[in-house]
């Protein structure tokens, strides 16, 4: 199990170090920011950042003796409003949605509103150090059920649902 589960963290890290353009040495490519991913056109129907409107809560990700885990592992929060995951010990660790649990236009809108921390549809970068995070707006998400996992240690059981009322 070991093996796998460190194979997996190995591929993750080999294909984000395959992706991108090159650059000329000594030069590097700007980050981008949620201004720019917010301010940059969408194609025909898609969907933008929506920045949130309402309360923003926090959900720890955490591994060590007791296991690996997203603390709370399911929060109830209102259309509108954030969640900062915060990365504190364990890692690597991301942010994952299930995209097949989810409505088109849900899907859709949720993606976006990971702005520029996304690594992969419904996915966030890895997050190395404790103290990196993310937080993910739910403005324009419609009420249900938003199942999430952390990508290299969902076979450890690491996941959570956020439900949106």
Partial sequence: MQIKGLALVMSVFVFAACGGESQPAGESAPAPTTETAAAAP???GAAV?????????????VG????????????TIKTGDAVKFVF?????HN???????????AKSQLDANFGSQRMAELSSLMYMTAGENITISFAKIPAGSYPFNCTPHLAMGMKGVVTVQ
């Fill in 42 to 44: 969408a194609a025909a």
């Fill in 49 to 61: 950042l929506a920045p949130a409107t309402g309360t923003t809560h926090e959900i720890k990700m």
């Fill in 64 to 75: 060590d003796e007791k296991g690996y885990r997203f603390e709370p592992a399911n929060l």
């Fill in 88 to 92: 504190v010990s364990g890692g690597p």
């Fill in 95 to 105: 942010v994952a949605f299930d995209g097949a649990a989810l409505a088109a236009d």
